[in-house]
């Protein structure tokens, strides 16, 4: 009973510094808003290629393959690529190198020389796998054409129909993140990791205000005082976490799939594992430091965890400090949960923060023992 009337206490002491908690639900909302209207053509679904132009010289001799060949010219044409025949003095590579074509393709009986552009990549990377599938399939043709010339046939007739040259599989394909969902995930993760700010308070705001001696003196053990504190600043905290989560999904419509409760599970042991940090800090480092260190973890562990911009693929130290932050455990976590329906993915990330508090607590409950008063 005297850890829960501990807990309402300190649930009531955060309710009424209005600033703290007014802190809390508007900076993540307004992040959400500005961040998610100034990027949302990041997160646009798909890209429109254009202005695919090729430039092919058929030097073959066999009819067949020059049959083929002018058969799927006119179907890449009907997917937007201009394929233009070179004549014998034109230099292709040149003209490549010049940006009038896109790539060069010289067409010969022992297959296709494929020269691509160094300024449009992409594009030049898309006509080189239509050409890579086309000479794949006519390779097939030819050998099965030895066995059964009625398979062949239609091998090769299909080498140009086809107009899914880049197909991408997916549970669901539609079901992706735009920016509004994003950083509705982000700024959420973001703000339960700002717990550790308020944690790291709980008792040194009591030394500050010379407060510690007078709850040494009640009839109270240590125990009971600390397990009251950490579960009343974890309640306030996830329900500014909650909180945000409603205004994003009511207010800005933004996706959060539909395994509320792992959902939850995975913001409530972040909080927890915030809150364990900030006491833990706070018990071990002396003075206003802990303050300090708190700030630049928050910052630090915000802006390698994608907090403020998507953070893939990082590598070398911006790859390690990326793997180490609780932001990034969660995101990785809730966009498994949402897009993926993929409820097991998020155990890990529900373990690594359990295990986090669990050490954060015994390390500031050792510090506790140390200590005449908090």
């Avoid at 998610?36 to 202005?51: R, V, Y």
């Avoid at 030819?142 to 129909?161: C, D, F, L, M, T």
């Avoid at 800005?252 to 809150?275: N, R």
Wanted: charged letters at 15%; aromatic letters at 10%.
């Amino acid at each position: 009973m005297n850890i829960w009337n501990i807990a309402v206490k300190e649930i009531k002491s955060n309710f009424r510094d209005r600033r703290t908690f007014v802190f809390m639900l508007a900076m993540p909302i307004v992040l959400m808003l500005i961040l998610g209207a100034a990027l949302s053509n990041a997160f646009a679904p798909g890209h429109k290629m254009e202005d695919l132009h090729l430039l092919y010289k058929s030097n073959g001799n066999d009819p067949q393959l020059t049959a083929y060949w002018h058969g799927f010219i006119e179907e890449i044409g009907k997917e937007g690529v201009k394929a233009v025949e070179a004549d014998s003095s034109l230099n292709g590579q040149e003209e490549v190198r010049n940006d009038r074509y896109t790539a060069y393709a010289e067409i010969t009986s022992n297959g296709i020389r494929f020269y691509g552009s160094s300024r449009d990549t992409i594009e030049s990377n898309i006509l080189q796998g239509m050409l890579t599938v086309f000479a794949d399939r006519y390779s097939l043709a030819s050998a099965a054409y030895q066995v059964e010339p009625a398979i062949a046939q239609e091998i090769v007739k299909s080498a140009g129909q086809s107009s899914d040259f880049i197909r991408e599989t997916s549970l669901d394909p539609t079901k992706r993140p735009g920016s509004t969902d994003y950083y509705a995930i982000a700024m959420t993760t973001m703000i339960a990791l700002y717990s550790i700010i308020s944690a790291s308070n709980l008792f040194r705001g009591e030394r500050t205000r010379n407060t510690a001696i007078r709850l040494m003196a009640a009839p109270v053990s240590k125990g009971t005082i600390f397990a009251g504190k950490v579960i009343g600043c974890t309640v306030i905290n996830l329900i500014c976490v909650l909180l945000v989560v409603l205004f994003s999904k009511y207010a800005l419509h933004a996706d959060w799939g539909d395994h509320y409760g792992m959902v939850v599970l995975v913001l409530l042991t972040e909080v927890l594992a915030a809150v364990s940090l900030g006491l833990g800090v706070s018990f071990m480092a002396k003075g206003e430091s802990s303050g300090v260190i708190v700030m630049i973890f928050t910052q630090v562990a915000s802006f390698v965890g994608g907090a403020y911009f998507p953070v893939d693929g990082a590598d070398g130290v911006m790859g390690f400090l990326t793997h180490l932050s609780p932001i990034r455990w969660a995101n990785t976590a809730l966009m498994q949960i949402i897009y993926a329906d993929n409820t097991t993915a998020a155990w890990s990330t529900i373990g690594l923060n359990v295990g986090v508090a669990a050490l954060a607590l015994i390390a500031a409950v050792i510090s506790i023992r140390k200590r005449e008063a908090f």
